[in-house]
Structure formats: structure tokens, C-alpha cells
């Protein structure tokens, strides 16, 4: 079994050995991930140290040649990618391609930006303005590149969207990136990274890839350096909190759970043509990638005397969702990602049970190409609370799944 390698201080890792990925539908391993052997305070430093100077020494046009190349290299490999998104992913070519097209798409729209930024490599921001009662004290903000890294820890449901999300802000800013994907589906985001470097277009230093733990990564962060995650808010407020982030004022981005609605307006006809589009985008929110993203709707909001028609239309649609191995061309919706993504669904929808009505699904299901009891398989899922003021925990409790 393969083990995945990461690319750091310019060079390819490969451990040994390491803990196991599974391909979802079967849940047989296809690779083993470990960051064992990785030294991360030569990681920081070759960042630091050549990674920095060589991308502050461009412009945001040539970053933007940049961010476009990796664009192009990306969607020369989309055929291996999304191969790679339903082996490691569970996901079928559609939500697979929703993935891969974000991430080639997102590379090439911040190459305009950069693009349009020029032959320069700072920014002015807003006017001058006088700060005496004279122009001998007269102040201006100039925006330049931070002299640190841009470590990206992203989750396991875009590993190819999230890797490209961040290096595409943080390379045209003139900052360093180092990804570090999800466990889970690193065999997706390790190809990508690979793709982005076998372009041949970054600098020396530029980008990194850490595939498996983090070890002491997070806690050499210093006060240039910029902390971007992606996943649960449990975590995120864990990494918030960090000593090391907080001694040095290490700025933090996240972006965590959600509890998006769909919101039916009262007086809307049954079988009218918001009435369908309404349902039709409901149910592609709860299919769609298995319900795993941050977007997907968890809450469904509908005026009192609607509830029973709601209620009934949806549990039609849901019906014809073909839950099983996006190998097999009937299956319109593939497995959760991993083994502890369908228990975090289990245990999810218990709670909610606690308050609600279970309409539809609820559980784990065999899927069709997959063997009986095998696969992370997990039944479109609808709960109905007829008195949402009294059910709190629908409002707080995210269940990533569908």
C-alpha cells in the first residue's frame, strides 16, 4: 500500500509507514498517511527563508501567470482527479467535478485579480490624508506581503476546492503557502499539490505539503504568519486558543459550521414555479457531495399551513436518490467520507430525534454496487419539528451528512 509523500523544504517525503485511508465504498485501504521523519522547523524556515523573498520579489502580474498556470494544470488533470474524489471520496463525477472545477476555477479567477493589480508588487490603499495642519505630516496605507507563511489546514469535503481557495489568496498576495488536507481524502489533495508543482512555475519554496499530523507545525507560527482552517468549530475554537497563536498574535482564519435555511415565503402555490425550484433546491442541498459542505441546507423553513404538502413532496423526491458506489452509472449518491463521518451522522440525527419527527432515512443503508455492511452509506435523511421555538438544538447542531 502506498504512503502518501509530502513535499517539504523542496524535497518529496515518503514515511515508511503510516495510519491507513480507506476508499468509502468498500472500506478497503488505499494508502497510509504519516508525517513521521518530517522536521517542521526546517519546513517554517525554508518557507520563511526562501519561499518569502522569492514570491516578494515578483509582481502580481507574474503571480498571476502563476495562479493561471496552476489553473490549466489542474484541469489537465481533472480525469485522474475526479477518479481519485470517487476512490477516496465516495463522490460521484458530478459532486466530484463541483470539487475539482471550484478549485481550477477559484486559481484562475484570482489570477484576474492579480492580473489586474500589474507590474507592481504592493498596493496602495485609499487616499492620502493630512495628518498636521499642514502636508508635512501627511500618511497613506501601503499594503504589502507578510514576511511569514500561510499555513492551510483544510477539510476533508474540498480537497481540491480548499487547497486552491487558500494557496490561490495567499501566492498572489506574495505569502508562502504550506497545505496540510484532511486525513481522510489526502490522496485527493496530495495529487492536486503534485499537479500545482509538476507546472513548474512557482518559486522555490513557495509551496509545501504536509501530508498527516501536524506535530509541533501549528506552535512555530509567529506574528507574520497566518493560520487558515477549515472544519468543526469544536476545533477551531481549540486552535484559537492555542498559547503559542496567542502569544505571538498569529492571525486566524476560519471557517467552520454552519446552519444555512431554505425558506419557503408563505402564500406560494403548490406546483408553482417557485413551489418546484424551491423542492428541486432543497433536495440537490441534501444530495449534493452527501451532504457534506458548508453550504448545504440543514434547516428547512415553511409557513405552518405548508408543513404537511413540504413534508410529503420532499419525502417523494428524496425516494428516487440511488444511495451506492459512484462507480455504478445508476447511483446518483455516494458514501460519507470516512468511518467517523457516518458516526458523527449516527449520533447527529439521535440527538435531533430527541426533538423531531423522523420523516425519512435516519440511518445507515447497504448501497447499490457495494457489499452488504460494507461502505459508509447513509440514507437521505428528513426530520420534521412542528414547533421549531421549542427544538434548539435543530437551530445548533450541524449533522454533515445528508
Known sequence: MTALRSFVAGRWHAPESGRPIFDPSTEEPIAEVSTDGVDFAEVIAHAREVGGPALRATTFAKRAGMLRALSKALRAGRDELLELSRRNGGATTPDGAFDVDGGSGTLAYYGNVALGFGERASLLDGEGIRLWRDDSFHGRHLWVPRRGVALAINAFNFPVWGFAEKAACALAAGVPMIVKPATATALVAQRAVEMALEAGVLPEGALQL?????????????????????????????????????????????????????????????????????????????????????????????????????????????????????????????????????????????????????????????????????????????????????????????????
Open 210 to 402: 504536509v501530508c498527516g499530523s501536524t506535530g509541533d507545525l501549528i506552535d512555530r507560527l509567529g506574528p507574520q504568519d497566518v493560520l487558515a482552517f477549515t472544519g468543526s468549530a469544536a476545533t477551531a475554537a481549540t486552535l484559537r486558543d492555542r498559547g503559542a497563536l496567542r502569544r505571538h498574535n498569529t492571525r486566524v482564519n476560519v471557517e467552520a459550521d454552519s446552519l444555512n435555511a431554505a425558506v419557503l415565503a408563505p402564500g406560494v402555490e403548490v406546483e408553482s414555479e417557485v413551489w418546484t425550484t424551491f423542492l428541486k433546491d432543497v433536495v440537490r442541498e441534501m444530495r449534493q457531495k452527501t451532504g457534506q459542505k458548508c453550504t448545504a441546507v440543514r434547516r428547512i423553513l415553511v409557513p405552518r399551513d405548508a408543513l404537511d404538502a413540504v413534508s410529503e413532496a420532499l419525502e417523494a423526491a428524496l425516494a428516487d436518490i440511488v444511495v451506492g458506489d459512484p462507480s455504478e452509472e445508476t447511483v446518483t449518491m455516494g458514501p460519507l467520507a470516512s468511518a467517523g463521518q457516518l458516526a458523527d451522522a449516527e449520533h447527529g440525527v439521535a440527538e435531533l430525534r430527541e426533538v423531531a419527527t423522523l420523516v425519512r432515512g435516519g440511518a445507515r443503508v447497504d448501497g447499490v454496487g457495494a457489499d452488504p455492511g460494507r461502505g459508509y452509506f447513509f440514507a437521505p435523511t428528513l426530520l420534521r419539528v412542528d414547533d421549531a421555538h421549542a427544538a434548539e438544538v435543530v437551530h445548533e447542531r450541524e449533522v454533515f451528512a445528508p
